[in-house]
C-alpha cells in the first residue's frame, strides 16, 4: 500500500497486489479517473490528513478533512482472496448534505 498527499490535499491510497499472477481486481483504467501521483503538496504533510494505528487485530487509517479537522474517513482493514475482497471502513459526513 501507498500513500500520498496531492496538491489539492487529496488522500490518495494506491494498493498493489503482491502476486500478480493470481487474480487481481479491475484497474479502473486513467482515461476514467486520472490522478497525477507526482503532483504532490507542498503545503502540507501527509501526517497533518491521515494517522495510522496498529494492534494485534490489524490496523487502522484515519482520514481528516483538513488538519486537525474532523475525521471524514475510517480504513478499519481489508481482507484480500483469489475473487473476494472485504474492506471494513466508514464515511463521515455532515447531515445537512444530504
Given amino acids: ?3 500520498r498527499l496531492l496538491r489539492k490535499n487529496i488522500v490518495n491510497i494506491k494498493w ?3 502476486n500478480q499472477t493470481e487474480y487481481v481486481p479491475f484497474l479502473v483504467p486513467n482515461d476514467i479517473v486520472f490522478v ?3 503532483d504532490l503538496s507542498t503545503d502540507y504533510n501527509l501526517t497533518d490528513f491521515v494517522n495510522i494505528t496498529q494492534d494485534a487485530g490489524g490496523f487502522t ?3 481528516r478533512g483538513l488538519p486537525a479537522g474532523p475525521t471524514v474517513y475510517i480504513l478499519k ?3 484480500l482472496d483469489n475473487r473476494f475482497m472485504q474492506i471494513n471502513h466508514v464515511f463521515n459526513t455532515k447531515s445537512d448534505n444530504f
Fill in 16 to 18: 498493489t497486489f503482491q
Fill in 77 to 79: 482493514g481489508i481482507l
Fill in 61 to 63: 487509517i484515519e482520514v
Fill in 1 to 3: 500500500m501507498e500513500m
Fill in 36 to 38: 497525477n501521483r507526482s
